[in-house]
């Protein structure tokens, strides 16, 4: 009886530490693993979509991006931080700042901690290739705050009280050939933060 | 202390089998639950024309706001299916299909058709497709997964003729 319990009681551990392990895993991996690449504040991870992919980016993909194309025909970098590394908070203001990228199509949305979009008055989710404002170098400025100024906004939904986590996702629909071999050398936007509520 | 040890390699050991299984299981529940899901409430081999994403949207996680999508549940094991759809004009579209397990095992874009329509047969892997004739097969890993449309908006005054085209992709028994 004595022992009946102690395998019980060792048993519910471990699938405690099992399954937990992989909640935490999918709540706090990014796509960096095997086959993650990083640019700046971006990371992706070429397996994605993948038939060939690692099971632990799989299983990312499923919890973060289910229906997620491959590389061949997307890429998807996501952003957590800012270029210092410091996590992007809803409460403070970002400038994002970037160039024209190699690819027929692009675009960068504001998603919460739960990987939906967040409510906000603006109704305003995005900016993309198809409606960026461009400055005279052909590149862009995305302001990235509770209430953006200028005409490439993204609210981050901030209304009172503590911040919380959010997330960028640069999506590069058909890129060149050449940039696709190479996504580390790609340029992608930089991320830099200012003041914060 | 012996015994300690011995039980807390034992717990440990155990926890990392299930961490093992669970990696590898979670692609196919979240698959399995989409299918499931979608497939009850909009019904299998058909297609199902969701609104544009918005706050509100919950059925599958970060949406793009920018794209509009249709999607199609297939079940193959009662035989291939047809899926076809114009193409639209001057902006992204797309066609893929994705096996139980999350793989986007294939992806067609406006790019590559050179028509203003496509049609495929989608069909497991042992189909055997007609010698002549007949639509291009697509082979499924799987006997269940996803095909997505998805159109770009490519710019707000388009949306309603855009939202039309989408609205007539099909997806059927063959």
Known sequence: ?197 | MRKTLVWSAAVLSLAVIIHIIAIFAVPNVIMGTLISRAGEANGVNTVFHGKRADATSRQIVRPSPDLIYSMCVFDLSEGPITLAAPIPTDTYWSLSAFDDNTNNFFVVNARQITTDHVEFVLARDSYQAPAVGGAPVILSPTATGVVLFRTLIQSEDRFEALDDVRKKATCAPL
Not at chain 1, 68 to 89: C, H, Q
Request: proline residues 5%.
């Open chain 1, 1 to 197: 009886m004595k022992l009946a319990l102690k395998l019980g009681a060792a048993f519910l551990v471990s699938v405690f530490l099992g399954l937990g392990s992989v909640y935490w895993f999918l709540e706090k991996s990014d796509f960096s693993g095997a086959g993650g690449i990083a640019v700046g504040p971006w990371t992706t991870n070429e397996q994605i979509g993948n038939v060939d992919a690692a099971p632990y980016t799989r299983a990312i993909v499923a919890r973060r991006g289910l229906l997620a194309l491959n590389k061949r025909e997307t890429v998807y970098f996501n952003a957590e931080a800012d270029n210092s590394g410091t996590p992007l908070v809803s409460n403070c203001a970002y400038t994002v700042t970037g160039v024209p990228l190699p690819t027929g199509w692009w675009s960068i949305t504001l998603y919460g901690a739960d990987h939906y979009l967040i409510d906000n008055p603006q109704g305003i989710f995005s900016q993309a290739k198809n409606t960026i404002v461009r400055n005279d170098q052909r590149g862009y400025v995305i302001q990235v705050s509770s209430t953006p100024e200028g005409p490439n906004g993204i609210p981050t939904g901030y209304s009172s009280g503590e911040g919380s986590r959010f997330s960028l996702t640069l999506r590069l629909y058909n890129l060149e050939e050449d940039a696709a071999e190479e996504l580390s050398a790609l340029v992608l936007p930089s991320i830099e933060r200012g003041m914060c509520q």
